[in-house]
């Protein structure tokens, strides 16, 4: 059991070295730089070069790759990622407050989001071939299958524009409490949350029908077990423990891909703050952001794992 989770932590953090790598390299590779964009035409037309270089040596823009790339990783160990190019404003400053932003929208539609779909793919898998298992199943691949930012302008238009019951956008700022947040993003949420149960409620009831036409299910009907108590105690369990590593990733690219919805509604979160770092090259941001998004990533694929070894004794015994 050590031995597996010691595996599955060394292999976690390989995996962010490399996920870093590429993260560097494809900041590298963005054209131009922060000074650059920061310059009008006019203004870098009347710059002599000479002092156009000097400017970017005060700025370590002329450092070679390997130096840079040192830097960031020890940035990364030291969990500094240093200031932004040209107003010199700490990092964690600029990513702090829209990180947390994110992370309260994801956490509402995802505290909302299992148990409802949990409730309507056991519910599905239980009537299966059924009225409410059909209507459960088309509605499922609907909801998963429209983009968000489709989603959020219907309900745009029928709940701030035909119904104005809800504002079109947010109007909390940055650093507002989370009720302030939550209590201003109800299109938002729902939003993200429509095709959050579409997709887990289909994870749902995928495992559970596997579950209950499995033979230890038909084994305990055969012993007079009641039907709820082996949906809930036994089938249930089973049912959830293949599902877990999809849930994760779900999760996790829930947290780190809701940039769409967050520009959709003007939330302050990581999409707005993403789209400013790039659009001003600058790198420690961008590079800052898509990290944290990664090792969101893995960390939730690594508790999924340690779950399904704690539930699971075939893989402890793998």
Not at 80 to 94: H, N, Q
Request: charged letters at 15%; a neutral charge.
């Amino acid at each position: 059991m050590l031995i597996a989770i010691a595996r599955r932590i060394l292999l976690s953090l390989l995996t962010l070295l490399m996920l870093a790598t590429f993260i560097f390299v494809a900041t590298e590779i963005m054209p131009g730089d922060a000074l650059d964009v920061s310059l009008s035409a006019d203004e870098l037309s009347m710059i002599p070069p000479e002092r156009l270089a000097q400017m970017k040596r005060d700025l370590g823009l002329d450092r070679p790759p390997h130096e840079r790339f040192g830097a960031f990783i020890a940035g990364i160990v030291q969990l500094d990622f240093g200031r932004t190019l040209i107003s010199k404003t700490p990092v964690w400053t600029i990513v702090g407050y829209p990180m947390r932003n994110s992370l309260i929208l994801a956490g509402a539609v995802l505290v909302l989001a299992f148990p409802l779909a949990l409730a309507i793919g056991v519910t599905a898998a239980v009537w299966r071939g059924r009225t409410v298992d059909n209507v459960v199943s088309t509605g499922a691949v609907i909801g998963y299958s429209i983009p968000e930012f489709v989603i959020g302008t219907l309900l745009v238009m029928a709940f701030a524009v035909a119904w104005p019951i809800f504002p079109a956008t947010i109007t909390a700022l940055t650093r507002d409490p989370a009720a302030t947040l939550l209590a201003a993003s109800p299109l938002a949420v729902a939003t993200v949350l429509i095709g959050s149960i579409a997709y887990l409620a289909r994870l749902v009831r995928t495992g559970m029908v596997d579950a209950l036409a499995s033979d230890f299910v038909e084994r305990l009907r055969l012993t007079g077990i009641p039907e709820w108590r082996i949906v809930f105690v036994h089938a249930l369990p089973a049912a959830i423990i293949p599902s877990l590593t999809a849930a994760a990733l779900y999760a996790a690219a829930l947290v780190s891909g809701i940039v769409v919805v967050e520009l959709v509604f003007a939330y302050p979160g990581l999409g707005q703050e993403l789209v400013r770092g790039v659009t001003r090259r600058e790198v420690h941001v961008v590079q800052a952001i898509a990290l944290c998004s990664a090792t969101i990533v893995v960390a939730l694929n690594l508790l999924a794992d340690l779950a399904i070894l704690a539930l699971d004794p075939r893989t402890r015994r793998a």
